[in-house]
């Protein structure tokens, strides 16, 4: 039972886990990429890549804490790589965002 089993038999719709990995990653750009985008001035820190981390780390708490984690309290079974793999999704996010829309905002 991997990271992206809960994806992929969400409803036993009986996936492939490419389609596990297309869905969380779609749900990452759209969903959270989005999110950041409009709430950005709303979220706690003086740069880009500070917000983005913060929302990785937040990302990383609600996937944690949801009953389909799977891998018991705070994803625990899961080990460091899903906590680290946030924070690297939240510093991607912070940059990219940084390099496309506010260029006087983050690395000061």
Do not use: C, N, Q
Request: charged letters at 5%.
């Amino acid at each position: 039972m991997g990271v992206l089993f809960p994806l992929t038999t969400m409803g036993r719709m009986g996936a492939s886990a490419v389609m596990g990995w297309f869905g969380h990653f779609m749900i990452g750009m759209l969903a959270w990429g989005g999110g950041f985008v409009l709430l950005y001035h709303r979220v706690p820190g003086d740069t880009a890549l500070v917000k983005g981390i913060g929302v990785g780390v937040a990302v990383w708490l609600g996937m944690m804490v949801m009953p389909m984690a799977y891998g018991g309290p705070f994803g625990m079974a899961f080990g460091m790589m899903t906590r680290v793999l946030h924070i690297v999704f939240g510093v991607v996010l912070g940059t990219v965002f940084y390099l496309l829309v506010e260029p006087k905002a983050a690395f000061h």
